[in-house]
């Protein structure tokens, strides 16, 4: 027997609806295959549309690339992108001189802010084998105080994202991992100093479930006024709350009540997003989000005049060397890699 639990169930189409704080989010989901010299696709390009190819033909798309897969520059300003790699790899520059290859696991947290140009390139580094690459871009608002901040990025390494096992009554287990908010004792890094969820009255999760077959497991409430999103991407049938969620679908879900899942015959995945509204105006135009119209249009002016910082790559859409592994370079210059976890 369903409850109230369940606000509405919602299809998700591209991008997928989201609620404040949240703005935007996308899953790209691409089987690329074998690698070319240049770590674009060996195959052929006849009849996309290269620059704009959303179309999946295949199985997947060039998007705004036309030699390899990604998003080659591109301005932000106002809010902040939470990119969560969990196959494949990006290879992101910026206008700023930063640059990293991030992936399998890993998630880059951008606070555009002010102003940042960057790309986010899907290098297909394998020339023997396909090249999965799969990931979750969100935009989180940023409140009126803070829209010009100074752009700033902080990688969280997949060995330092927090995961937890629960196992029900029956011996089946689910697995959640935590790239905001904590659950329990465990606690993810921390986020950009100006992000909204820094803030600890924000109440932001970012989540990940995955459900083994037939596993329950139930997400322990938020605080009062928090608004809650449960998307279904991956599975068979999911029940939320006692309510049926197709595949494919969201569930808009009271923030301050616990929210049963009951996992159908097949494993399941299911991404949350939650979080205490801003409850700003909101006016956007393509990756520019500010609070009034004439916000936007200084936007535009100062992105023609200044470029937020130039662009000091040879290339819109730039990538790293074949042979680099994960590593990121900030702004400052300083250099980081992920640890190597012992076997």
């Known amino acids: 027997m ?58 997947w798309s060039m998007y705004h690339g036309d030699v390899v897969p990604g998003f080659p520059r591109h301005p932000h ?20 001189g930063a640059k990293a290859r991030f992936g399998d696991g890993d998630c ?5 802010g002010k102003g940042v140009v960057h790309s986010e390139m899907f290098p297909l580094v394998r020339r023997d084998a396909d090249n999965p690459l799969e990931l979750f871009q969100i935009w989180l608002n940023l409140p009126r105080t803070d829209k010009m901040v100074d752009p700033y990025f902080t ?8 995961r937890h096992t629960f196992t029900d009554e029956d011996g089946r287990e689910t697995e959640v991992a935590m790239l905001a908010g904590a659950l329990g004792e465990d606690s993810p ?41 449960l998307y279904f991407f991956r599975g068979a049938s999911l029940e939320v709350a006692g309510t049926d969620v197709p595949l494919t679908h969201g569930a808009r879900v009271r923030g301050d009540a616990e929210a049963r899942l009951q996992n159908g015959d097949e494993e399941a995945e299911v991404l ?6 801003i ?15 004439a916000e936007i249009q200084q936007a535009m002016n100062d992105y023609r005049r200044t470029g937020f910082g130039g662009w000091p790559w040879e290339s819109d859409g730039p990538t790293h060397a074949r042979e680099e592994g994960r590593f990121a370079v900030h702004a400052d210059g300083h250099r980081e890699e992920p640890q190597e976890v012992p076997e």
């Open 189 to 229: 890094p921390p986020p950009p100093p100006n992000s909204w969820a820094s803030r600890p009255d924000s109440d932001v999760a970012i989540w990940t479930m995955r459900l083994s077959p037939g596993a329950t497991w139930t997400v322990p409430p938020a605080k009062s006024g928090t608004n809650r999103m």
């Open 279 to 293: 409850g700003d105006p909101v006016v956007h135009y393509g990756s520019f989000v500010m609070n009034e119209q």
């Open 108 to 112: 880059q947290w951008m606070t555009a």
């Open 155 to 162: 990688m969280f390494w997949g060995d330092t994202i927090p």
């Open 2 to 59: 369903s409850d109230d639990t369940v606000i509405e169930v919602i299809p998700l189409g591209f991008p997928w609806v989201t609620i404040d704080p949240f703005l935007f989010c996308v899953h790209h989901d691409d089987g690329y295959p074998r690698g070319n010299a240049a770590m674009g696709p060996d195959a052929s390009l006849e009849g996309r549309k290269l620059g704009m190819d959303f179309d999946g033909i295949d199985g």
């Open 77 to 96: 300003r106002g809010f902040e992108t939470v990119t969560v790699a969990r196959r494949g790899l990006i290879d992101h520059s910026d206008s700023l």
């Open 272 to 277: 949350m997003l939650q979080g205490r509204p």
